[in-house]
T-cell receptor, first 117, second 117 residues
Framework: DGGITQSPKYLFRKEGQNVTLSCEQNLNHDAMYWYRQDPGQGLRLIYYSQIVNDFQKGDIAEGYSVSREKKESFPLTVTSAQKNPTAFYLC????????????????FGPGTRLTVT | KQEVTQIPAALSVPEGENLVLNCSFTDSAIYNLQWFRQDPGKGLTSLLLIQSSQREQTSGRLNASLDKSSGRSTLYIAASQPGDSATYLCALSGARKTQGGSEKLVFGKGTKLTVNP
């Protein structure tokens, strides 16, 4: 089955601890993204990567870090510097395309719900 | 800065009714627009993608339209069923590409649809 997997589905951590969320895709997509979703708010972009070994900050990157060592994997670390880490985290991927006809349609994983107490 | 608005925030209809969900945006220079479905506690499922050169897309009982001049998109659901109950999200990407080519999506906050048997 082609798709995006995120693990774990639920994650509980104590305040002050760093935690890493996993995202893997087998769609052969170049671009990968991390979003955060809070109740009553739209999805907000944390980080994105268009190619291996390169990534850019999104709208709310403070307190987060990422790596992109392999095309298939884009792990997100929530550090102790993130003031409100409890949220639902979604990973997505898309092709970057070589032509003006590329759609850049984004496909999403099932999400990880992180609770920090 | 692009802003995406979805009204109403919640909608409840009886089974079998045809319905329309609305999405409005402030900047008409878009590259594409995606409609997603999200079930509680789950990731996003892509329903339809409309590229900027297109006016509508259809998939089964779903039809999405795009009017860039008025800054609006609608998602039409025919003969609604209880299984259609979910939150529907509209997201769009700008026409100006980020470095390297992939697009960042801007999301609305969604419309929560309940279809009553």
């Amino acid at each position: 089955d082609g798709g995006i997997t995120q693990s774990p589905k639920y994650l509980f951590r104590k305040e002050g601890q760093n935690v890493t969320l996993s995202c893997e895709q087998n769609l052969n997509h170049d671009a990968m993204y991390w979003y955060r979703q809070d109740p009553g708010q739209g999805l907000r972009l944390i980080y994105y990567s268009q190619i291996v070994n390169d990534f850019q900050k999104g709208d709310i990157a403070e307190g987060y870090s990422v790596s992109r060592e392999k095309k298939e994997s884009f792990p997100l670390t929530v550090t102790s510097a993130q003031k409100n880490p409890t949220a639902f985290y979604l990973c997505a991927s898309s092709s970057t395309g070589d032509s003006a006809l590329s759609s850049y349609e984004q496909y999403f994983g099932p999400g990880t719900r992180l609770t920090v107490t | 800065k692009q802003e995406v608005t979805q009204i109403p925030a919640a909608l409840s209809v009886p089974e079998g009714e045809n319905l329309v969900l609305n999405c409005s945006f402030t900047d008409s220079a878009i590259y594409n627009l995606q409609w997603f479905r999200q079930d509680p506690g789950k990731g996003l499922t892509s329903l339809l993608l409309i590229q900027s050169s297109q006016r509508e897309q259809t998939s089964g009982r779903l039809n999405a339209s795009l009017d860039k001049s008025s800054g609006r998109s609608t998602l039409y659901i025919a003969a609604s069923q209880p299984g259609d109950s979910a939150t529907y999200l509209c997201a769009l990407s700008g026409a100006r590409k980020t470095q390297g080519g992939s697009e960042k999506l801007v999301f609305g906050k969604g419309t929560k649809l309940t279809v009553n048997p």
